[in-house]
């Protein structure tokens, strides 16, 4: 009885083995601090949890590689990164690694695209927000506004043009002394986006990487013989819970905030996206979300549809028919275009 009992059980794995039969992917999650100062989570189908702990760590050092290359504020063993660049291109070009030539050309693109709402060459301003924040968080009685005849002091170092590249000698120079990159509005969606390629062509199917929100999908989610959209919250900016959903399929969600990396000033409140022309934090939206393919084109678009005016964004995303916007205005009123909502289908990629 036995014996025959373990001889079916033989006869249907072989049977299943035969037929291609895999069982169905579960579910994993992961999730790690300490790239671009936030935490990053993935979601992940695989067979099993080797499986996925493996994708997981390939992602974690793929991510890793952009986080070194694009930190303005620390150095690393034997990398030349933008922190080296701020510090010593001014003096003479410096050798870099071509995905920091690729980001500043992109970031150069995007300057030009969205009317140079977002600039990163305007480290010079920026740090001085980031100096005022950081005083002000430490502590908040002594919390001041910068002085704005500095701020358009640093201003008049902040062009872009000055930032000279040399894509055959793979180096950047600086050819005004006193500007300095930040690459906060671009850099993480820009790497998302880079990593997310890198794991498609290696075969990576069904994947949501998320870096501090930055959100990018690779397929859609397992169910049964078929895939559905990943469902993506978008939160409220007035509160901690969620605004809304967002089913996406092989693409990007990314969302630029007043209300993360604030001070207080007598009563009032400063956050870290900075206008280039008031040089003060943009208040038009609480919210921007940004809804398309490309996760750096969404990282690079969210901050610059902050710091535009509704009607300046709604013609600037006119002429970007794959993207959809959402903005949430100072007083909680929603815009959106006309397809934010639209459930992505595996089908329509
Ligand atoms: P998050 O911090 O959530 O990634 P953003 O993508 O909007 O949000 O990036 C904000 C960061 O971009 C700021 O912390 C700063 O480093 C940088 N930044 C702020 N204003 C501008 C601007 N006008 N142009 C380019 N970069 C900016
Ligand atoms: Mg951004």
Request: hydrophobic content about 45%.
């Amino acid at each position: 009885m036995i014996r025959r009992a373990a001889a079916a059980v033989l006869c249907l794995a072989l049977v299943l083995c035969l037929s291609g039969f895999s069982p169905a992917p579960k579910r994993y999650q992961a999730e790690f601090f300490g790239l671009f100062d936030t935490v990053t989570t993935l979601v992940g189908y695989a067979p099993d949890r080797a499986s996925f702990t493996a994708l997981a760590q390939k992602t974690q050092d793929l991510l890793r590689e952009y986080h070194e290359l694009y930190d303005i504020f620390n150095t690393y063993h034997g990398v030349a990164n933008l922190k080296t660049v701020n510090d010593t291109a001014a003096r003479a070009p410096v050798q870099v690694d071509p995905r920091i030539i690729d980001l500043i050309e992109f970031s150069r693109a995007l300057y030009e695209e969205t009317g140079s709402a977002v600039n990163i060459a305007m480290g010079a301003v920026l740090r001085i927000w980031h100096e005022a924040r950081l005083r002000g968080v430490d502590n908040p009685a002594g919390a001041a506004v910068p002085d704005m005849d500095v701020l358009r002091r640093a201003a008049e170092h902040t062009n872009l043009d000055d930032v000279i590249v040399d894509r055959e000698q793979s180096t950047v120079y600086f050819a005004d002394p006193y500007l300095r990159l930040d690459v906060g509005a671009v850099a993480k969606g820009f790497a998302v986006e880079q990593v997310a390629r890198r794991l498609e062509e290696a075969g990576v199917k069904n994947l949501l990487i998320s870096v501090g929100g930055n959100v990018r999908a690779i397929g859609g989610k397992p169910d049964g013989a078929r895939e559905i959209p990943w469902a993506v919250s978008v939160r409220n900016p007035n509160g901690t819970e969620d605004l809304c959903t967002v089913n996406v399929f092989s693409s990007s969600v990314v969302t630029s905030g007043g209300y993360i990396r604030r001070f207080t000033v007598a009563g009032e409140e400063y956050h870290h996206i900075i206008s280039p022309e008031t040089l003060m934090p943009s208040r038009h939206f609480l919210g921007v979300t940004v809804r398309c393919r490309d996760s750096g084109l969404a990282d690079a678009l969210s901050t610059a549809l902050f710091n535009l005016p509704w009607e300046a964004g709604c013609a600037l995303s006119a002429k970007m028919p794959e993207v959809e916007v959402l903005w949430v205005f100072p007083d909680g009123n929603i815009r959106t275009t006309a397809g934010f909502f639209a459930v992505e289908t595996g089908a329509a990629v």
